[in-house]
């Protein structure tokens, strides 16, 4: 399936539904992830996140590698979720690549989760290839972070255009207001 040797990747999935969840972490499992930790909505995940920061040996793991969560669940949905590791005071790591999984892939809706800072999205009903094609795309295809006043996540431009005219998106000691940051 992948050539990669995920057996050394913690994945941390948030899915309210436990059919999906179940299906997740197996299907995860078949790709050699080493370790799925598996809660049930946004809220548990912030929590285990807080966890892994406060006290990493008793969880047994030192950081989460990848989040992969639903949109739509309750009581703490996929975006709120996000938002929380994005931009938090808290979030032990704002740069964690972020799988968003829905249904709903209207194109507002994918702006609205690239808006918020999400790596990447995960379609339903996927398959197997596809859960390998997001974790592969993470690891070959790292996107540097932009910190900007509106906005902090993984640069949403995904493919390398040669700009028209001048190059304006390089810091000079002019630039006001926008951070890149290699995550």
Do not use: C
């Given at each position: 399936?992948s ?8 994945v ?10 179940s ?5 995860l499992k ?5 370790q799925?930790?598996a809660?049930e909505?946004g809220?548990d995940?912030?929590?285990f996140?807080?966890?892994?920061k ?7 793991i030192q950081?989460?590698?990848?989040i992969?969560s ?5 009581p703490v ?10 931009r938090?005071k808290?979030?032990?790591d704002?740069f964690?690549?972020?799988?968003m ?10 702006t ?5 800072g999400?790596t990447e999205i995960?379609a339903?009903p ?6 390998a ?5 993470i690891?070959?295809r790292?996107?540097?972070f932009?910190?900007t ?5 993984p640069?949403?431009r995904?493919?390398?255009?040669e700009?028209?005219g ?7 000691d ?5 951070e890149?940051i290699?995550?």
């Amino acid at each position: 399936m992948s050539d990669y040797d995920f057996d050394r990747v913690n994945v941390l999935l948030a899915e309210d539904s436990p059919f999906i969840r179940s299906l997740l972490v197996n299907s995860l499992k078949v790709l050699g992830v080493g370790q799925v930790i598996a809660v049930e909505h946004g809220g548990d995940a912030i929590n285990f996140l807080k966890r892994v920061k406060e006290e990493p040996m008793k969880v047994g793991i030192q950081q989460i590698d990848i989040i992969v969560s639903n949109w739509d669940m309750s009581p703490v949905d996929g975006m709120m979720f996000l938002r929380w590791v994005r931009r938090h005071k808290d979030s032990p790591d704002r740069f964690v690549p972020f799988v968003m999984i829905t249904s709903y892939t209207e194109p507002e809706r994918v702006t609205m989760a690239r808006e918020m800072g999400v790596t990447e999205i995960l379609a339903k009903p996927f398959t197997i290839k596809n859960i390998a094609d997001k974790l592969v795309s993470i690891i070959e295809r790292p996107r540097q972070f932009v910190h900007t006043k509106d906005y902090f996540g993984p640069d949403r431009r995904r493919q390398k255009l040669e700009p028209k005219g001048p190059e304006r998106r390089v810091l000079t000691d002019k630039s006001e207001g926008v951070e890149i940051i290699r995550g």
